[in-house]
């Protein structure tokens, strides 16, 4: 198995490395470790290891595996980093501390009647917007024409708190042009959280403004599978 405590160490002091040399707060980026199809062997070894926040991207595959992780380690942070169908919207505001990818109107919609339902004063999650900075087609994430949109349709029509934006780059597209494009938006709207970089680019990401990075090959190894 991969040194995933020795892994995790590595890409600490990288990030520390990468804020100091950009001039920014040491600690001012959280790591996100992205635990998508990893086994709870694994993850457990990240938890030994000090890691507390962790990513997955599928909600049914993450009801499969944390509800005892959770259980097991209070103050273990879940963040939702894939999209959400609003027919799971219930599970996914159980379960997550974070959700990362509110990209569309009927979600929110969906997410603001799931609060409602519940206990006043319950838990309820973090949400970033992602936004599709790449306007692909076949990717999550609002586009950045109608961010606006969504984020007033968040704030004033719906009263969700949105804490910050998210951004995946086209693959093997210049990312900081999109880290710049999100943090331009994110300045513009009054969001301090920005989601961005992965393990290829989170020392670029950290340097241009990321909140959270969100790292798994470089943390858990390569991936068996596509995902
Ligand atoms: C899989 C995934 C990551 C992690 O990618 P790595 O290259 O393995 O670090 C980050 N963000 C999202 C949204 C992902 O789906």
Redesign the pocket.
Known sequence: MTDIATNIESVKAALTAALENAGRTAGGTRLVA?S?TRSVPEIQAAIEAGQKIF?E?RVQEALAKWPALKAAHPGTELHL??SLQTNKTRQALDLFDVIQTLDRPKLARAIRKEIDRRAQGAATPRLYIQVNTGEETQKGGVSPADLPALLTLCRSELGLKIAGLMC?PPAGEDAASHFAMLAELAEKSNLTSLSMG???D?ELAAAMGATDV?????IFGP?QTA?
């Open positions: 992205v998508k990513g991207n980093i894939g995946i992965m393990s290829a989170y969100r790292v798994g090959t470089s991936r995902n």
